[in-house]
Protein backbone atom coordinates (compact mmCIF):
# COMPACT_ATOMS: atom_id res chain seq x y z
CA UNK A 1 0.00 0.00 0.00
CA UNK A 2 1.18 3.42 -0.96
CA UNK A 3 0.39 5.98 1.69
CA UNK A 4 -0.50 9.74 0.62
CA UNK A 5 0.75 12.79 0.55
CA UNK A 6 -1.77 15.51 1.59
CA UNK A 7 -2.55 19.21 0.40
CA UNK A 8 -4.40 21.68 -0.24
CA UNK A 9 -4.41 23.77 -3.56
CA UNK A 10 -7.23 27.29 -3.91
CA UNK A 11 -8.62 25.92 -7.21
CA UNK A 12 -9.00 22.48 -6.54
CA UNK A 13 -9.22 21.57 -2.55
CA UNK A 14 -7.94 19.44 0.14
CA UNK A 15 -6.18 16.76 -1.81
CA UNK A 16 -5.01 13.01 -0.92
CA UNK A 17 -1.52 12.29 -3.95
CA UNK A 18 0.04 9.42 -4.63
CA UNK A 19 -2.56 7.06 -2.98
CA UNK A 20 -2.48 3.67 -4.19
CA UNK A 21 -1.18 -0.06 -4.59
CA UNK A 22 2.32 -1.56 -5.84
CA UNK A 23 2.69 -5.36 -6.67
CA UNK A 24 5.60 -7.32 -8.32
CA UNK A 25 3.82 -9.84 -11.38
CA UNK A 26 6.87 -11.60 -11.48
CA UNK A 27 10.11 -11.67 -11.40
CA UNK A 28 10.30 -9.58 -14.64
CA UNK A 29 7.33 -6.89 -14.24
CA UNK A 30 6.03 -4.96 -11.73
CA UNK A 31 2.75 -2.29 -11.91
CA UNK A 32 1.77 0.35 -9.79
CA UNK A 33 -1.51 1.85 -9.41
CA UNK A 34 -1.55 5.37 -8.02
CA UNK A 35 -4.26 8.07 -8.08
CA UNK A 36 -4.93 11.79 -6.44
CA UNK A 37 -8.11 12.79 -4.68
CA UNK A 38 -9.74 16.84 -4.92
CA UNK A 39 -12.75 17.74 -2.51
CA UNK A 40 -13.75 19.90 -5.41
CA UNK A 41 -14.15 16.68 -7.74
CA UNK A 42 -11.14 16.88 -9.84
CA UNK A 43 -9.12 13.52 -9.78
CA UNK A 44 -6.13 11.39 -11.62
CA UNK A 45 -5.62 8.05 -11.78
CA UNK A 46 -1.82 6.37 -13.13
CA UNK A 47 -0.50 3.14 -14.06
CA UNK A 48 2.88 2.63 -14.10
CA UNK A 49 4.87 -0.55 -15.11
CA UNK A 50 8.45 -1.87 -15.50
CA UNK A 51 9.89 -4.53 -16.83
CA UNK A 52 12.81 -5.87 -17.87
CA UNK A 53 14.90 -9.44 -18.95
CA UNK A 54 18.37 -9.68 -18.36
CA UNK A 55 20.51 -10.06 -21.92
CA UNK A 56 16.94 -9.34 -23.73
CA UNK A 57 14.59 -6.21 -23.25
CA UNK A 58 14.11 -3.79 -20.50
CA UNK A 59 11.40 -0.47 -20.40
CA UNK A 60 8.80 0.86 -18.72
CA UNK A 61 5.16 2.31 -19.46
CA UNK A 62 3.63 5.29 -17.18
CA UNK A 63 -0.20 6.01 -18.07
CA UNK A 64 -2.17 8.93 -16.41
CA UNK A 65 -6.04 10.11 -17.05
CA UNK A 66 -7.06 13.04 -14.91
CA UNK A 67 -10.13 15.37 -14.75
CA UNK A 68 -9.59 18.92 -13.51
CA UNK A 69 -12.50 20.62 -12.49
CA UNK A 70 -12.11 24.07 -11.67
CA UNK A 71 -15.12 26.51 -10.40
CA UNK A 72 -18.43 26.49 -9.61
CA UNK A 73 -21.11 25.51 -12.52
CA UNK A 74 -22.53 28.76 -11.88
CA UNK A 75 -19.84 30.90 -12.61
CA UNK A 76 -18.25 31.89 -16.12
CA UNK A 77 -14.97 30.71 -15.25
CA UNK A 78 -16.31 26.95 -14.74
CA UNK A 79 -14.69 24.58 -16.68
CA UNK A 80 -13.83 20.33 -16.73
CA UNK A 81 -10.80 18.88 -18.92
CA UNK A 82 -10.06 15.51 -19.39
CA UNK A 83 -6.39 14.80 -19.82
CA UNK A 84 -4.22 12.12 -20.06
CA UNK A 85 -0.28 11.80 -20.56
CA UNK A 86 1.74 8.53 -22.03
CA UNK A 87 5.13 7.80 -21.42
CA UNK A 88 6.32 4.70 -22.80
CA UNK A 89 10.43 3.42 -23.15
CA UNK A 90 11.55 0.21 -24.87
CA UNK A 91 15.40 -1.19 -25.73
CA UNK A 92 16.38 -3.54 -26.30
CA UNK A 93 20.20 -5.55 -25.55
CA UNK A 94 22.57 -5.54 -28.48
CA UNK A 95 23.14 -9.41 -28.21
CA UNK A 96 19.62 -10.04 -28.24
CA UNK A 97 19.48 -9.72 -32.15
CA UNK A 98 22.47 -8.79 -33.65
CA UNK A 99 21.19 -8.28 -37.47
CA UNK A 100 17.99 -6.09 -35.97
CA UNK A 101 16.90 -3.57 -33.17
CA UNK A 102 13.73 -2.20 -31.75
CA UNK A 103 13.77 0.43 -29.68
CA UNK A 104 10.83 2.98 -28.39
CA UNK A 105 10.94 6.28 -26.70
CA UNK A 106 7.27 7.42 -26.12
CA UNK A 107 5.69 11.12 -25.53
CA UNK A 108 2.52 11.72 -25.64
CA UNK A 109 -0.35 14.68 -23.38
CA UNK A 110 -2.89 16.18 -24.18
CA UNK A 111 -2.06 19.92 -24.61
CA UNK A 112 -3.08 20.66 -21.02
CA UNK A 113 -2.28 18.05 -19.18
CA UNK A 114 0.79 19.60 -17.41
CA UNK A 115 -0.51 22.92 -16.57
CA UNK A 116 -3.62 21.15 -14.81
CA UNK A 117 -1.55 18.97 -13.12
CA UNK A 118 0.55 20.59 -11.05
CA UNK A 119 2.60 18.26 -9.66
CA UNK A 120 3.60 16.93 -12.93
CA UNK A 121 7.64 16.71 -13.72
CA UNK A 122 6.80 18.46 -16.90
CA UNK A 123 5.21 21.16 -15.89
CA UNK A 124 7.64 23.37 -17.47
CA UNK A 125 8.10 21.01 -20.53
CA UNK A 126 6.62 22.78 -23.85
CA UNK A 127 7.51 20.14 -26.42
CA UNK A 128 6.98 16.63 -26.38
CA UNK A 129 8.32 13.99 -29.05
CA UNK A 130 8.37 10.31 -29.61
CA UNK A 131 10.13 7.91 -31.75
CA UNK A 132 9.45 4.07 -32.58
CA UNK A 133 12.16 2.63 -34.33
CA UNK A 134 12.73 -0.83 -35.78
CA UNK A 135 16.60 -1.45 -37.95
CA UNK A 136 17.24 -4.74 -40.08
CA UNK A 137 20.71 -5.16 -41.69
CA UNK A 138 20.56 -8.29 -43.82
CA UNK A 139 24.29 -10.52 -42.34
CA UNK A 140 27.00 -10.35 -45.88
CA UNK A 141 24.73 -8.61 -47.88
CA UNK A 142 25.25 -4.61 -48.37
CA UNK A 143 21.09 -3.85 -47.23
CA UNK A 144 19.94 -1.99 -44.70
CA UNK A 145 16.05 -1.29 -43.65
CA UNK A 146 14.82 1.25 -41.26
CA UNK A 147 11.06 2.15 -40.40
CA UNK A 148 10.25 4.94 -38.01
CA UNK A 149 7.20 6.31 -36.44
CA UNK A 150 7.62 10.18 -34.93
CA UNK A 151 5.78 12.16 -33.17
CA UNK A 152 6.27 16.08 -32.45
CA UNK A 153 4.23 18.32 -29.93
CA UNK A 154 4.03 21.81 -29.05
CA UNK A 155 1.39 22.44 -25.79
CA UNK A 156 1.51 26.24 -26.27
CA UNK A 157 0.36 26.33 -30.16
CA UNK A 158 -1.16 22.87 -29.33
CA UNK A 159 0.20 21.84 -33.20
CA UNK A 160 1.08 17.93 -33.46
CA UNK A 161 3.69 16.39 -36.11
CA UNK A 162 2.95 12.73 -37.08
CA UNK A 163 5.66 10.99 -39.26
CA UNK A 164 3.33 7.46 -39.62
CA UNK A 165 5.58 5.97 -40.86
CA UNK A 166 9.23 6.67 -42.50
CA UNK A 167 10.85 4.32 -44.54
CA UNK A 168 14.28 3.92 -45.49
CA UNK A 169 15.67 0.90 -47.66
CA UNK A 170 19.59 1.42 -48.53
CA UNK A 171 22.17 -0.69 -50.39
CA UNK A 172 25.83 -0.86 -50.70
CA UNK A 173 27.43 -0.49 -53.72
CA UNK A 174 26.92 -2.82 -56.19
CA UNK A 175 29.16 -3.88 -59.30
CA UNK A 176 27.31 -4.91 -62.54
CA UNK A 177 30.61 -7.43 -63.63
CA UNK A 178 33.09 -9.01 -62.32
CA UNK A 179 36.75 -8.02 -61.22
CA UNK A 180 38.79 -7.84 -64.36
CA UNK A 181 42.70 -6.94 -64.73
CA UNK A 182 41.79 -4.75 -67.55
CA UNK A 183 40.75 -1.41 -67.01
CA UNK A 184 37.11 -1.00 -69.16
CA UNK A 185 34.35 1.13 -69.30
CA UNK A 186 32.47 -1.93 -67.51
CA UNK A 187 35.08 -2.75 -64.86
CA UNK A 188 34.59 -0.62 -62.14
CA UNK A 189 30.64 -0.10 -63.11
CA UNK A 190 28.31 0.19 -60.72
CA UNK A 191 25.44 1.23 -58.60
CA UNK A 192 23.66 1.99 -55.52
CA UNK A 193 19.91 2.40 -54.21
CA UNK A 194 18.40 4.12 -52.01
CA UNK A 195 14.06 4.20 -51.45
CA UNK A 196 12.65 7.00 -48.94
CA UNK A 197 8.96 6.75 -47.79
CA UNK A 198 7.15 9.06 -45.49
CA UNK A 199 3.57 10.33 -44.50
CA UNK A 200 2.96 13.13 -42.52
CA UNK A 201 0.02 14.87 -40.94
CA UNK A 202 0.62 18.44 -39.46
CA UNK A 203 -2.49 19.81 -37.27
CA UNK A 204 -3.93 21.15 -34.54
CA UNK A 205 -4.37 18.63 -31.76
CA UNK A 206 -8.18 19.25 -32.06
CA UNK A 207 -8.55 18.90 -35.33
CA UNK A 208 -5.97 16.51 -35.96
CA UNK A 209 -7.93 13.37 -37.40
CA UNK A 210 -10.49 15.55 -39.53
CA UNK A 211 -10.65 15.61 -43.13
CA UNK A 212 -7.22 13.42 -43.16
CA UNK A 213 -7.42 12.90 -46.68
CA UNK A 214 -6.63 16.78 -47.80
CA UNK A 215 -4.11 17.14 -44.75
CA UNK A 216 -1.91 14.42 -45.18
CA UNK A 217 1.22 13.99 -46.92
CA UNK A 218 2.51 11.35 -48.31
CA UNK A 219 5.26 10.63 -50.98
CA UNK A 220 8.07 7.93 -52.19
CA UNK A 221 11.55 8.66 -53.49
CA UNK A 222 14.22 6.85 -55.32
CA UNK A 223 17.76 7.70 -55.36
CA UNK A 224 19.87 5.47 -58.07
CA UNK A 225 23.44 6.98 -58.76
CA UNK A 226 25.86 4.93 -61.16
CA UNK A 227 29.17 5.74 -61.42
CA UNK A 228 32.41 4.15 -62.99
CA UNK A 229 35.99 4.82 -63.77
CA UNK A 230 38.52 3.77 -66.25
CA UNK A 231 41.63 4.25 -67.85
CA UNK A 232 42.25 6.19 -71.28
CA UNK A 233 45.65 5.30 -72.96
CA UNK A 234 46.52 3.68 -69.30
CA UNK A 235 47.61 7.16 -68.23
CA UNK A 236 44.04 9.08 -68.15
CA UNK A 237 41.77 8.43 -65.83
CA UNK A 238 37.76 9.01 -66.58
CA UNK A 239 35.23 8.49 -63.95
CA UNK A 240 31.90 9.51 -65.86
CA UNK A 241 28.68 9.17 -63.45
CA UNK A 242 24.48 9.75 -63.35
CA UNK A 243 22.56 10.30 -60.33
CA UNK A 244 18.90 9.42 -61.17
CA UNK A 245 16.07 10.64 -58.93
CA UNK A 246 12.52 9.55 -58.77
CA UNK A 247 9.35 10.91 -56.57
CA UNK A 248 5.83 9.39 -56.49
CA UNK A 249 3.27 11.50 -55.63
CA UNK A 250 -0.37 11.22 -55.09
CA UNK A 251 -1.46 14.47 -55.13
CA UNK A 252 -1.88 17.19 -57.65
CA UNK A 253 -2.69 20.71 -57.37
CA UNK A 254 -3.59 23.03 -60.71
CA UNK A 255 -3.68 26.60 -60.22
CA UNK A 256 -6.54 28.58 -63.19
CA UNK A 257 -6.98 32.35 -63.02
CA UNK A 258 -11.18 32.67 -61.93
CA UNK A 259 -11.84 36.33 -64.29
CA UNK A 260 -15.43 36.69 -62.15
CA UNK A 261 -13.39 36.61 -58.91
CA UNK A 262 -9.99 37.87 -60.78
CA UNK A 263 -8.06 35.83 -58.37
CA UNK A 264 -5.70 32.01 -58.65
CA UNK A 265 -7.99 29.21 -57.70
CA UNK A 266 -6.88 25.45 -56.65
CA UNK A 267 -7.93 22.46 -58.00
CA UNK A 268 -6.15 19.31 -56.16
CA UNK A 269 -6.84 16.43 -58.14
CA UNK A 270 -5.85 12.41 -56.57
CA UNK A 271 -3.45 10.00 -58.54
CA UNK A 272 -0.71 8.27 -58.55
CA UNK A 273 2.14 10.72 -60.21
CA UNK A 274 5.69 10.42 -61.27
CA UNK A 275 8.38 13.49 -61.14
CA UNK A 276 11.92 12.64 -62.41
CA UNK A 277 15.13 14.46 -62.15
CA UNK A 278 18.43 13.62 -62.78
CA UNK A 279 22.23 14.89 -63.36
CA UNK A 280 25.15 13.72 -65.64
CA UNK A 281 29.07 14.22 -64.64
CA UNK A 282 32.71 13.00 -66.09
CA UNK A 283 35.63 13.79 -64.58
CA UNK A 284 38.74 13.89 -66.39
CA UNK A 285 42.45 14.06 -64.50
CA UNK A 286 46.03 12.50 -65.43
CA UNK A 287 49.32 13.44 -63.79
CA UNK A 288 52.72 14.51 -66.33
CA UNK A 289 56.22 13.88 -64.63
CA UNK A 290 59.39 15.98 -65.67
CA UNK A 291 62.21 15.11 -64.38
CA UNK A 292 65.81 17.06 -64.29
CA UNK A 293 68.82 14.72 -63.30
CA UNK A 294 72.35 16.28 -62.53
CA UNK A 295 75.04 14.87 -60.81
CA UNK A 296 74.54 15.68 -56.74
CA UNK A 297 70.87 17.00 -57.36
CA UNK A 298 67.54 16.14 -58.71
CA UNK A 299 64.16 17.48 -59.58
CA UNK A 300 60.99 16.25 -60.16
CA UNK A 301 57.86 18.47 -60.92
CA UNK A 302 54.39 16.74 -60.87
CA UNK A 303 51.75 18.25 -63.49
CA UNK A 304 47.76 17.15 -62.11
CA UNK A 305 45.81 18.43 -64.15
CA UNK A 306 42.09 17.63 -64.30
CA UNK A 307 38.51 18.61 -65.68
CA UNK A 308 34.94 18.22 -64.24
CA UNK A 309 31.69 18.30 -66.58
CA UNK A 310 28.23 18.42 -64.61
CA UNK A 311 24.76 18.92 -66.27
CA UNK A 312 21.21 18.85 -65.60
CA UNK A 313 18.16 20.18 -68.31
CA UNK A 314 15.56 22.47 -67.37
CA UNK A 315 13.33 20.64 -65.39
CA UNK A 316 10.51 23.50 -66.06
CA UNK A 317 10.02 22.53 -69.50
CA UNK A 318 6.68 21.18 -70.04
CA UNK A 319 7.35 17.90 -71.49
CA UNK A 320 8.32 17.06 -67.93
CA UNK A 321 5.12 17.58 -66.66
CA UNK A 322 6.55 19.34 -63.35
CA UNK A 323 5.63 23.10 -63.89
CA UNK A 324 3.53 25.31 -65.78
CA UNK A 325 2.11 29.05 -66.13
CA UNK A 326 -0.80 30.66 -65.28
CA UNK A 327 -2.49 34.33 -65.33
CA UNK A 328 -1.54 36.29 -61.87
CA UNK A 329 -3.32 39.57 -62.13
CA UNK A 330 -5.97 41.37 -64.95
CA UNK A 331 -3.24 42.63 -67.44
CA UNK A 332 -2.54 38.95 -68.24
CA UNK A 333 1.21 38.50 -66.50
CA UNK A 334 1.88 35.24 -65.92
CA UNK A 335 3.99 33.33 -63.27
CA UNK A 336 5.08 29.87 -62.88
CA UNK A 337 4.58 27.44 -60.43
CA UNK A 338 4.92 23.55 -59.90
CA UNK A 339 2.15 21.09 -59.61
CA UNK A 340 3.88 19.94 -56.63
CA UNK A 341 4.94 22.98 -55.05
CA UNK A 342 5.31 22.04 -50.81
CA UNK A 343 5.36 18.57 -52.22
CA UNK A 344 7.22 16.45 -49.03
CA UNK A 345 10.44 15.25 -51.38
CA UNK A 346 10.75 18.42 -53.04
CA UNK A 347 10.85 18.84 -56.83
CA UNK A 348 13.75 19.58 -59.36
CA UNK A 349 15.19 23.49 -59.50
CA UNK A 350 13.88 25.63 -62.29
CA UNK A 351 17.09 26.32 -65.00
CA UNK A 352 19.61 24.49 -66.82
CA UNK A 353 22.49 23.50 -65.03
CA UNK A 354 25.99 23.11 -67.21
CA UNK A 355 29.37 23.61 -65.36
CA UNK A 356 32.95 23.23 -66.54
CA UNK A 357 35.35 23.14 -63.91
CA UNK A 358 39.30 23.23 -64.43
CA UNK A 359 42.10 22.73 -62.06
CA UNK A 360 46.16 22.44 -62.64
CA UNK A 361 47.84 21.76 -59.72
CA UNK A 362 51.84 21.30 -59.58
CA UNK A 363 54.31 19.83 -56.96
CA UNK A 364 58.32 20.46 -57.52
CA UNK A 365 61.04 18.57 -55.43
CA UNK A 366 64.44 18.46 -54.99
CA UNK A 367 66.39 15.31 -54.04
CA UNK A 368 69.67 15.50 -52.41
CA UNK A 369 71.78 12.43 -53.87
CA UNK A 370 74.37 13.38 -51.58
CA UNK A 371 72.35 13.33 -48.72
CA UNK A 372 71.01 9.86 -48.27
CA UNK A 373 68.70 11.22 -51.44
CA UNK A 374 67.18 13.63 -49.04
CA UNK A 375 64.02 15.27 -50.67
CA UNK A 376 63.30 19.07 -50.35
CA UNK A 377 59.95 20.22 -51.58
CA UNK A 378 60.60 23.60 -53.40
CA UNK A 379 56.88 24.17 -53.80
CA UNK A 380 54.12 21.95 -52.12
CA UNK A 381 50.96 22.64 -54.05
CA UNK A 382 50.39 25.29 -56.93
CA UNK A 383 46.87 25.58 -57.83
CA UNK A 384 45.02 27.23 -60.62
CA UNK A 385 41.44 26.73 -61.00
CA UNK A 386 38.25 27.62 -62.32
CA UNK A 387 34.82 27.08 -64.08
CA UNK A 388 32.77 27.72 -66.73
CA UNK A 389 29.20 28.18 -66.79
CA UNK A 390 27.87 26.65 -70.76
CA UNK A 391 24.27 27.41 -69.49
CA UNK A 392 25.06 31.07 -68.97
CA UNK A 393 24.00 33.37 -71.99
CA UNK A 394 27.16 35.87 -70.93
CA UNK A 395 30.15 36.33 -68.41
CA UNK A 396 30.67 32.58 -68.63
CA UNK A 397 33.76 32.09 -67.23
CA UNK A 398 34.29 32.40 -63.24
CA UNK A 399 37.41 33.95 -61.94
CA UNK A 400 40.81 32.22 -61.70
CA UNK A 401 41.65 31.29 -58.41
CA UNK A 402 45.57 31.22 -58.08
CA UNK A 403 46.76 29.43 -54.57
CA UNK A 404 50.24 28.45 -53.77
CA UNK A 405 51.48 26.59 -50.65
CA UNK A 406 54.43 25.67 -48.99
CA UNK A 407 56.27 23.97 -46.10
CA UNK A 408 58.78 26.46 -44.72
CA UNK A 409 59.74 24.42 -41.21
CA UNK A 410 58.36 21.56 -39.43
CA UNK A 411 56.17 24.53 -37.97
CA UNK A 412 55.69 26.92 -40.35
CA UNK A 413 53.22 26.64 -42.73
CA UNK A 414 53.08 29.39 -45.79
CA UNK A 415 50.01 30.12 -48.37
CA UNK A 416 48.93 32.86 -50.70
CA UNK A 417 45.93 32.81 -52.86
CA UNK A 418 44.89 35.81 -55.44
CA UNK A 419 42.20 35.70 -57.86
CA UNK A 420 42.29 37.28 -61.46
CA UNK A 421 38.99 38.30 -63.24
CA UNK A 422 39.01 37.81 -67.25
CA UNK A 423 36.70 40.22 -67.96
CA UNK A 424 36.76 44.01 -68.44
CA UNK A 425 34.71 46.23 -66.24
CA UNK A 426 32.37 49.95 -67.96
CA UNK A 427 33.14 52.96 -66.73
CA UNK A 428 30.15 52.34 -64.13
CA UNK A 429 32.66 49.69 -62.76
CA UNK A 430 30.45 47.27 -63.92
CA UNK A 431 31.16 43.52 -65.72
CA UNK A 432 30.78 43.22 -69.30
CA UNK A 433 31.05 40.29 -71.70
CA UNK A 434 34.14 41.33 -72.74
CA UNK A 435 37.60 39.50 -71.64
CA UNK A 436 40.55 41.87 -71.06
CA UNK A 437 43.17 39.21 -72.88
CA UNK A 438 42.02 41.83 -76.14
CA UNK A 439 43.94 44.62 -74.25
CA UNK A 440 47.01 42.49 -73.73
CA UNK A 441 45.95 42.01 -69.76
CA UNK A 442 45.17 38.38 -68.56
CA UNK A 443 42.73 40.14 -65.86
CA UNK A 444 41.78 42.20 -62.97
CA UNK A 445 43.65 41.21 -59.89
Excluded: C
Aim: charged residues 20%; glycine residues 6%; aromatic residues 12%.
Amino acid sequence: ILLPSYGNSTALGYNLKELGYYFGINDYIDLKLTSDIFTRGSFRVGINSNYKKRYKYQGGININFSKTKIGEEYRNDYSINNDFSIKWNHKEDPKLRPNSRFSASVNIASSSYSQNNLYSTDYLQNSLSSNISWNKKWEEKPYNLSLNMRHSQNTLTKKIDLTIPEINFTTGRLKITKNSKKSTILTNLGFSYSLNSKTLLSRPDSLLFNNINNNIRSGLKHTIPISTSFSLLNHITISPSINYIERWYFRKRTQEWNNNSNEITIDTTSGFYQVRDFNLSVNVSTKIYGLLDFKKTAFRHIITPSFSLSYHPDFSNEKWNIYSTVQNDTIGSENTYSYFNGAIYGIPKIGKYGNISFSLRNNIEMKLKEKDNKKIKIIEDFSISGNYNIAADSINLSPIYLTIRNKISKNFDFQMSSTIDPYKIDENGIKINEFSIADGNLGRL
